[in-house]
């Protein structure tokens, strides 16, 4: 029997101060016999806490605790749960249920169950609001936690899984590898994992970004080209059918955004894969069949990733070494982080180390 | 952005500059003597006068006047074509009414064209003089480029189209509302015997351009089709999804179409003008292909996507007028089920091939209608008002 844990985290109980976290307590799951419980150590922050908490994907729950990128120690498992024992170290992610037997469920794609629960701002059947990650601790069903392998540390698991598996998981679909040419547009938490990954799997990689200052860092992080799209207007011209998948990262789009322009550099039936998700009020820019046709283009979407893929990304990880770029605060400092990310001035993602218990 | 990209996509067709309006090499004429054709493969046949169906004035665009025309010059790699039939395209409306843009003048349409060969350059060896054949939408392209090498010259960014462009030595490139083409051997497609010529036609661009993203995209046993519009280019879907071995699911708002598409082999019929009508299929479809040439402000892209199941894809293969964009589209319509949206530009001849073996093989035949080559003009009316059942093809008169 180990000691029993508090609930308690950085909650938003006021939006119009969205980055003001006050302690709160809150009630967990109901404990059941497929239950993993952790007690949390690290919480990456990402682009989704912050379209939460300042309401910009529509009105929250409250008072809300976010964070969907954890990583912890097991303290306590259920009866049916075979996965997992107390004190191993496992992560969640940005899912924490699903129905478990839909055709989606059962084919690996259970990101995409029509049921889904996500780890933050969600609701379980029961009416149990579900709480996230800058806090004390959480329970989760075992098929959402996910074992950390020995040789990558907490604090760089903790935002592979959200900002890395997103990325990872239309790499892996649409085939990047040895041979295939990637560009990722948007070099921040989501972008720079993206760079990571398809140089570990192999691929060819080109890297968009407006920011000079970045320039180097994408370097270093192994991209094999760098363009700054805000020097170069006509980026796209030298690259035409150049790309096989294209990676967004994008969270903001205009009017006047040059979606076509984008496509104009895949090479036939590319696709270019927004995992970006902008506030609801922010279509994408408007399209005609004719931005299409010239090479068979598709834009698709993409929703985090699911067990299988986190385990393969993790085993890649383990293997070719891969470490993130992150900055580290006290989980207290949740407020700074956020608003430093809103500002667009991570360098490349911000990770908590849990400072409540 | 969009003029932009129309401007581009204007000048891939072309394959010249958008501002070049030099006047063309002839002007509009009552018909003369036939022209002398000398040959350098030393079979006599009779020679070929090349005349068509022509948009003189934009103001009328359906009423198409005959006029001679300069064909391409004639190269080695070429093959002459005496035109029997040529299919009637949506192509050929958009392009007639200005709606894709301005549009050379004189300018004979018409891209579902079969013959017979009259004359084959020294370089040709996939034909010979009498074959059946047939030409598509595209005409020429690079062939060095890596598209063409990888059977996607339909892609290439150098691709000429059967009319309303250019060679690279300035020669229009004129249609098959005419009695006659010259086409480069790559872009000539050999016809099977089982095929009879006027349901070949309208395989060479409907058909084609339906049954490239099918197989592209996996159309076959186990796979759910959904065909969106259900003319010309849409019953080919119907038709070559099922010889593919999928289920499908035709959409239409007419229900005056019902009985047939349940004849040409459909699963299941929705009816669109139920607002509803996406609700009881939301994640079930594979493929959705859309047909649909006008949009409007109609249905949100959103409903359409979320018929799809995890990472389907939506393609679209029709092409609206230029000022009519797709509905709007957020990345929330994306995410749901990781799904996709393309478009497709009609097929490749390795793909066109494919096709007309299936047809050969499944007997498959187009649902068309007929008329004389001097009646087009009504054809095209009958087709801009969606009253076709459900292609048209014109058999050659003028020669």
């Not at chain 2, 040409?264 to 040439?293: P, W």
């Not at chain 2, 093989?361 to 095209?380: F, T």
């Not at chain 2, 059942?389 to 014109?394: A, H, I």
């Amino acid at each position: 029997m180990s000691k029993s844990i508090q609930f308690k985290g950085y909650a938003l109980v006021d939006p119009s101060n969205w980055s003001d976290l006050q302690v709160r307590e809150f009630k967990p799951k109901n404990f059941e016999p497929e239950d993993v419980e952790i007690a949390i150590t690290h919480c990456g922050v990402c682009g989704s806490d912050l379209h939460t908490v300042t309401q910009g994907w529509g009105e929250s729950k409250l008072p809300l605790v976010v964070g969907h990128e954890i990583v912890g120690t097991v303290t306590r498992v259920g009866d049916k749960v075979s996965e997992f024992k107390p004190g191993d170290r496992v992560g969640v992610g940005a899912q924490i249920g699903s129905c478990l037997s839909c055709k989606r469920c059962k084919m690996d794609y259970e990101n995409y169950c029509q049921e889904s629960i996500e780890t933050y701002n969600g609701e379980y059947p029961d009416g149990v609001v579900t709480q996230g990650g800058y806090s004390t601790a959480i329970r989760a069903h075992e098929r959402f936690v996910f074992p950390i392998p020995d040789k990558i540390e907490s604090r760089d698991a903790a935002s592979m899984l959200c900002a890395g598996l997103t990325v990872f998981s239309p790499l892996k679909t649409y085939g990047a590898g040895p041979g295939k040419t990637v560009g990722i547009m948007g070099i921040g938490g989501l972008g720079h994992y993206a760079v990571l990954f398809a140089k570990a799997l192999g691929a060819e990689v080109y890297a968009f970004t407006h920011d000079a200052t970045k320039v180097n860092d994408i370097k270093k992080m192994g991209a094999d080209h760098v363009i700054n799209t805000s020097e170069n207007k006509d980026f796209h011209k030298d690259l035409s059918g150049q790309l096989d998948i294209i990676i967004s990262t994008r969270d903001t789009y205009s009017p006047q955004t040059p979606l076509g322009d984008y496509l104009s550099m895949l090479f036939v039936h590319g696709k270019f894969i927004s995992v970006g998700i902008p506030n609801a009020d922010n279509p994408l820019p408007q399209i005609h069949p004719f931005d299409l046709m010239p090479n068979g283009a598709l834009i698709g979407g993409s929703h985090i990733g699911s067990k299988k893929e986190c385990l393969e990304m993790l085993r890649v990880a383990a293997e070719k070494g891969v470490k993130p770029w992150i900055e580290e605060l006290p989980m207290k400092e949740a407020g700074t982080a956020l608003r430093n990310l809103h500002d667009n001035k991570v360098r490349y993602r911000y990770v908590l180390s849990q400072d409540l218990a | 952005m969009t003029s932009t990209l129309l401007r581009a996509y204007i000048i891939s067709c072309v394959g010249d500059l958008w501002s070049s309006k030099t006047p063309l090499p002839f002007a509009p004429k009552i018909p003369l003597a036939p022209t002398n054709h000398r040959f350098s493969c030393g079979m006599a046949t009779k020679a070929v006068q090349f005349k068509g169906y022509a948009l003189t004035d934009p103001s009328k665009w359906n009423d198409l006047q005959v006029i001679e025309f300069t064909p391409k010059v004639f190269e080695p790699e070429d093959v002459e074509i005496a035109i029997t039939h040529c299919g009637v395209c949506g192509s050929d409306v958009h392009t007639l009414t200005q709606g894709w843009g301005e549009s050379k003048l004189p300018l004979v349409v018409g891209h579902e064209i079969v013959g017979t060969v009259t004359r084959v350059g020294d370089k040709v060896t996939e034909f010979k003089i009498g074959d059946r054949v047939g030409v598509g939408a595209q005409r020429g392209s690079c062939l060095q480029c890596r598209e063409c090498k990888d059977d996607y010259e339909n892609y290439c960014p150098r691709s000429i189209n059967t009319y309303n462009s250019q060679y690279p030595d300035g020669v229009v490139a004129q249609g098959g509302y005419s009695t006659a083409i010259r086409v480069h051997e790559r872009f000539t497609l050999p016809i099977p015997d089982e095929i009879e010529s006027r349901h070949a036609a309208s395989m060479m661009c409907a058909g084609l351009t339906v049954y490239s993203p099918l197989k592209t995209h996996g159309a076959g046993p186990g796979k759910k089709v959904g065909i969106m519009g259900i003319g010309g280019l849409g019953h080919y879907a119907i038709l070559w999804a099922k010889a593919m071995g999928a289920e499908v699911y035709a959409f239409t708002h007419d229900e005056s179409k019902v009985e047939d598409i349940k004849k040409m082999g459909a699963d299941h019929v929705v009816n669109t003008s139920d607002k509803e009508f996406h609700k009881d299929l939301a994640r079930t479809l594979d493929i959705l292909l859309s047909t649909r040439d006008v949009f409007g402000d109609s249905t949100p892209l959103g409903d359409y996507l979320s018929m799809l199941y995890v990472h389907g894809r939506f393609v679209t293969v029709g092409i609206p007028d230029a000022d009519d964009t797709l509905p709007p589209l957020h990345a929330f319509d994306l995410v749901p089920n990781g799904c996709l949206m393309g478009g497709s530009k009609i097929g490749s001849k390795k793909e066109c091939l494919e096709m007309l073996e299936l047809a050969r093989s499944k007997s498959i035949k187009p649902w068309i209608e007929e008329l004389p080559m001097r009646e087009v003009g009504k054809a095209l009316r009958n087709l801009k008002n969606n009253a076709v059942r459900y292609r048209y093809v014109v058999k050659q008169d003028i020669a």
